[in-house]
T-cell receptor, first 110, second 115 residues
Framework: GDSVTQMEGPVTLSEEACLTI???????????LFWYVQYPGEGLQLLLK?????DKGSNKGFEATYRKETTSFHLEKGSVQVSDSAVYFC?????????FGTGTRLKVLA | NAGVTQTPKFQVLKTGQSMTLQCAQD?????MSWYRQDPGMGLRLIHY???????DQGEVPNGYNVSRSTTEDFPLRLLSAAPSQTSVYFC??????????????FGPGTRLTVL
């Protein structure tokens, strides 16, 4: 069946450091891919998405590219801020069903 | 728009008790779903609905019932609570699906503890 694997955390970085959170998926066909972010005490909110191979999603300085050949959708940011501290979830969506990764906690230190 | 709302925010139950978690959305979304979030396991889909009167099971449906009588509301019922159902529950909705999937909008969650 479909699955999503993302790197375990926590990830601790200093402010202005580069971020990469790895995400790989297993699925037949062409699912949509998402990154969601969860701030403490809140629900998840969409960070970015891509709906087909080679699409690049971007938002708030974060980027991820839908790589069909490596079945990956890694999240990247060139310079993180303290306000980026949160839990990040990679997810795939196929008609009517969504599969989430286990989440990666990011802590950014000033 | 209020978006997706959930009540209550917190609930403590005793084993064997029943309760209903409420979820409502005011965005006229056809698709609604329920997830549970457990440490180290991410979010797992419990039940989902693609429109009023239509529901289906997700990955972990046992012990939960749903119904969808209106577009706006999608309550989740625990018939006989068990400690294994201690979790944070999220409701989500998304616009009409046209052959694929779309962004989901999440509620703030309900933290449930079963003693």
């Amino acid at each position: 069946g479909d699955s999503v694997t993302q790197m375990e955390g926590p990830v601790t970085l200093s402010e202005e450091a580069c971020l990469t959170i790895n995400c790989t998926y297993t699925a037949t066909g062409y699912p949509s891919l998402f990154w969601y972010v969860q701030y403490p005490g809140e629900g998840l909110q969409l960070l970015l998405k891509a709906t087909k191979a080679d699409d690049k999603g971007s938002n708030k300085g974060f980027e991820a590219t839908y790589r069909k050949e490596t079945t990956s959708f890694h999240l990247e940011k060139g310079s993180v801020q303290v306000s980026d501290s949160a839990v990040y979830f990679c997810a795939l969506g196929r008609t009517y069903k969504y599969i989430f990764g286990t989440g990666t906690r990011l802590k950014v230190l000033a | 728009n209020a978006g997706v709302t959930q009540t209550p925010k917190f609930q403590v139950l005793k084993t064997g008790q029943s309760m209903t978690l409420q979820c409502a959305q005011d965005m006229n979304h056809e698709y609604m779903s329920w997830y549970r979030q457990d440490p180290g396991m991410g979010l797992r889909l419990i039940h989902y609905s693609v429109g009023a009167g239509i529901t289906d099971q997700g990955e972990v449906p046992n012990g939960y019932n749903v119904s969808r009588s209106t577009t706006e509301d999608f309550p989740l019922r625990l018939l006989s609570a068990a400690p294994s159902q201690t979790s944070v529950y999220f409701c989500a909705s998304s616009p009409p699906i046209s052959g694929g999937t779309d962004t989901q909008y999440f509620g703030p969650g309900t933290r449930l503890t079963v003693l």
